[in-house]
């Protein structure tokens, strides 16, 4: 009959831990998604800024070599990330296609100008730094015009900006949610095992004696659940890119690996932090205070 008691007292025990590490996990699934969110908006962000483009137009008659060269000046800018140079036989080529029919043979000549599209790192393109870098191009006597889009700039950092703090706000939400729910995951486990930590406690063995292999267990679980949710972010991920290809221009093994570093690191101290305090509260209530 004791043996019988033992088994079922075990497996409860074992579906309640089982129960605990599903429930941390995901939790710790959803903290991840919002890890990769945060990743891919903010590589979203610096792929659109560095999408913003300078326009460059050189004066007639300026030889390619020069303009070449001038090219290579612009390059070193500390706010250029790249630059194209498209001749104006390139950009008469372009406009035919997008016009479908031939305006040289119309006009009788090449009205189009050669050009360098400047493209600037994520972190300068903004108005105030491309205006700055405009006016130091403007002094070149091989340079005829620089145009860029301000109003699509300003557009285009404002709407980043928000959609920033939206979901980092959304993002502190969410951990403050993640915190509560796996401190009360972890408590409800504790819960079970009261009268046994009050049983040690009354044989003599000593607070850190008692909290310590069930400190071990919630680091483990919290270990686990963290492994079983990069599982399932590494799935979605593959599904993500298998359904939207385009997001491989997103990816970033470093700052993924990072994420996925978090997740179980987060699910390690909360786990091992909710468990201490779980433990210590029922080694302070009194015998009576258990049935409560």
Do not use: C
Request: proline share 1%; charged share 20%.
């Amino acid at each position: 009959m004791e043996e019988f008691e033992d088994s079922r007292a075990s497996k409860k025990t074992k579906t309640i831990y089982v129960s605990t590490v599903i429930s941390i996990s995901l939790v710790l699934l959803m903290v991840g998604l919002l890890g990769l969110i945060i990743v891919h908006g903010r590589k979203l962000s610096n792929y659109v800024k560095e999408n913003i483009v300078l326009n460059v137009i050189i004066n007639e008659g300026t030889k390619e070599v020069d303009i070449l060269q001038l090219q290579k000046q612009i390059e070193k800018n500390n706010y250029v990330k790249s630059t194209q140079y498209i001749s104006k036989e390139i950009a008469a080529r372009n406009l035919t296609k997008d016009l479908g029919e031939d305006f040289i043979k119309f006009l009788g000549y090449n009205p189009l100008l050669s050009t360098i599209d400047v493209y600037m790192k994520a972190d300068y393109a903004n108005n105030e730094s491309i205006e700055i870098l405009s006016k130091n191009l403007r002094k070149n006597p091989m340079i005829n015009e620089v145009r860029y889009q301000k109003s699509l700039v300003d557009m285009i950092n404002q709407n980043i900006k928000t959609i920033s703090i939206v979901i980092l706000g959304f993002g502190f939400v969410l951990l403050i949610i993640a915190v509560g729910l796996i401190n009360n995951t972890i408590r409800l486990a504790i819960y079970s095992q009261r009268f046994l930590i009050k049983s040690m406690q009354l044989v003599g063995a000593t607070r850190s004696f008692i909290r310590r292999p069930f400190i071990n267990y919630g680091i483990l679980h919290g270990f686990i659940a963290g492994l079983i949710a990069v599982i399932l972010l590494v799935l979605t991920l593959y599904f993500a890119q298998q359904q939207i290809p385009e997001l491989v221009i997103l990816t970033n093994y470093y700052e993924f690996g990072l994420v996925f570093l978090g997740v179980i690191g987060v699910g390690i101290l909360i786990s091992g932090l909710s468990t201490y305090f779980a433990v210590t509260k029922y080694l302070k209530l009194k015998v009576y205070d258990l049935y409560r």
